[in-house]
Nanobody, 121 residues
Framework: QVQLVESGGGLVQAGGSLRLSCVAS????????MGWYRQAPGKQRELVATITTSGSSNYVDSVKGRFTISRDNAKKMVYLQMTSLKPEDTAVYFC???????????????WGQGTQVTVSS
């Protein structure tokens, strides 16, 4: 079994900061790209940021300059540092990772259960 567990969400005022964390556990042989998605009420899930094993990252335009994604390969963790938060950043944030399980040959995408981020105006 493979699990992704997020933490760090909460309620913050506009202009504030939060740091999300996500740890992967289970029968993991290798982790490829990792990332964060979010889903606001009544909206589709959208990609926020991704990061490769070597640390190359990409961001949706709306968070560029405010959010920073990073990872610790040894700890099997990915982080999302969020600054200058806006009410429109309010959403459930999901961690995702492309993982190859032990004794398998292919990578599959796994998702966490999500963590709520609420930004008040």
């Amino acid at each position: 079994q493979v699990q992704l567990v997020e933490s760090g969400g909460g309620l913050v005022q506009a202009g504030g900061s939060l740091r999300l964390s996500c740890v992967a556990s289970g029968s993991i042989s290798s982790i490829n790209d990792m990332g964060w998605y979010r889903q606001a009420p009544g909206k589709q899930r959208e990609l926020v940021a991704t990061i490769t094993t070597s640390g190359s990252s990409n961001y949706v335009d709306s968070v560029k300059g405010r959010f920073t994604i990073s990872r610790d390969n040894a700890k099997k963790m990915v982080y999302l540092q969020m600054t200058s938060l806006k009410p429109e950043d309010t959403a459930v944030y999901f961690c995702t990772a492309s993982i190859r399980r032990t004794f398998t040959f292919s990578f599959q995408n796994y998702w966490g259960q999500g963590t709520q981020v609420t930004v008040s105006s």
